[in-house]
């Protein structure tokens, strides 16, 4: 399993929300170019942006800022927020993404991202598939920046996309997403279970290296954290067997 560093972007600076919540912002006296440089020079080969302002407003607005940061070379991106036409996603890619992530629209319009994933090609695409989980455990599919709780339940959205080749998944459970209150593991070992042609990417919660390990033994593909190497939560030699080149 490998650590992939994320960047949240909101008015160009380096932000967290708390469950999503934009009033819930927590904001770092770090320029995103810094946390580029900070990430690569700890040994990581991925990083996640997410553009906040876009995921909120539907129209990206920090695609100069994630094409300078591509063009330092040293980490592929993996960008979000803001992705909803075809357009918009090949600008992405031409700007220097090595993959996209796709969110609510992934929800919403499954035949037209599906038709993306054939069109280019499993590696270019990641659905990021954020769940709340309701009364019985059953995880629901939310959407529009955490905003719109569908009744969609995550396995089921999965299932329409394995075949048109779908590879990435990034799943956050949000009641985890920005609290240190440690991942869903359980999710992602029935996420496992369930789709084990699906490269698993965790997202929320995570707290220490102690949670690294939980999720690699669970068998995801990689953890995606924000707060806890935002506020050096763990030591390098901690996070060392999670970063391919350090």
Not at 93 to 120: C, F, H
Not at 139 to 165: C, F, K, M, N
Request: hydrophobic share 45%.
């Amino acid at each position: 399993m490998q650590l992939i560093p994320a960047i949240d972007l909101k008015d160009g600076r380096c932000v967290r929300l708390y469950q999503g919540d934009f009033a819930a912002e927590t904001r770092y006296d770090v320029t995103p170019e810094g946390l580029y440089e900070r990430f690569a020079d700890l040994g990581a080969r991925w990083l996640h942006v997410v553009d906040l302002d876009g995921a909120r407003d539907g129209a990206q607005a920090h695609l100069p800022l994630i094409a300078e940061l591509a063009g330092r070379g040293r980490l592929k991106m993996q960008v979000g927020g803001g992705l909803r036409s075809r357009e918009t996603i090949d600008r992405t890619l031409a700007a220097g993404a090595s993959r996209v992530v796709i969110g609510s629209l992934a929800v919403t319009d499954p035949d037209l991202v599906a038709g993306w994933l054939r069109k280019l090609g499993p590696d270019a695409i990641v659905l990021a598939l954020d769940v709340r989980l309701d009364a019985d455990g059953t995880p629901r599919l939310a959407t529009h920046g955490w905003l719109e709780q569908s009744t969609l339940v995550l396995w089921d959205v999965v299932a329409r996309y394995i075949d048109a080749g779908l590879r990435h998944v990034l799943c956050t459970d949000v009641g985890c997403d920005g609290a240190l209150s440690g991942p869903n593991f359980d999710l992602y070992v029935e996420a496992v279970r369930r789709f084990p042609t699906v490269q698993w990417q965790a997202s929320g919660g995570v707290r220490d290296a102690r949670d690294l390990w939980a999720l690699a033994g669970g068998g995801v593909a990689a953890a995606v954290s924000g707060r806890a190497l935002l506020e050096n939560r763990m030591t390098v030699e901690e996070l060392q067997p999670f970063l391919p080149a350090a």
